[in-house]
């Protein structure tokens, strides 16, 4: 198998065991819960998580990750205003979550990170997401600094 199969495989893996975690999470009822702890978590550690992932602006919280998770096809977009729009139409994590009848995975595992990640960047930043591949046609997440 060569290198790049075994990343894709790996990132595969891992997605399925988030998407089991979040249907575990659900069917004991804790999920809530969970994610609210989590996201706290995600705000206090959101700065130095970005600079461990050599992240250095909003846009790369989005590019970097997903070039690393291989997850979901995360674009961004600047506009003059210097608000972001984050757009991604397919979700690994997201699918398989709905296959396995799992709730959203959307909060826990990807838009909180993110959102600390924003955040540590820029604390005045405000992070909106405007829908959810979950619930809708693709993730839309705005972000004014």
């Known amino acids: 198998m060569e290198p ?16 089991d975690a979040v249907l575990r999470y659900g069917q004991e009822g804790v999920l809530e819960h969970v ?3 989590k996201f706290a978590e995600q705000l206090a550690n959101g700065k130095a ?6 992240i250095t602006n909003t846009e790369e919280v989005f590019t970097k990750l997903s070039a690393l998770m291989g997850c979901a096809d ?7 205003a210097g608000v972001v729009t984050a757009t991604a139409t397919r979700c690994m994590l997201c699918a398989m979550a709905k ?19 924003v955040r540590g960047l820029n604390e005045k930043a405000v992070v909106t997401v405007e829908e959810t591949l979950y619930q809708g046609a693709q993730c839309r997440v705005r972000i004014s600094e």
């Open 99 to 117: 296959r396995l009848g799992a709730q959203s995975p959307c909060n826990v595992y990807c838009l909180d990170p993110m959102e600390g990640m």
């Open 49 to 54: 998580r970005a600079a461990q992932m050599g």
């Open 74 to 80: 995360w674009t961004t977009a600047r506009d003059e």
């Open 35 to 37: 994610t609210q702890t």
């Open 4 to 19: 790049m199969e075994h990343v894709k495989m790996l990132q595969m893996m891992y997605a399925g065991v988030l998407a």
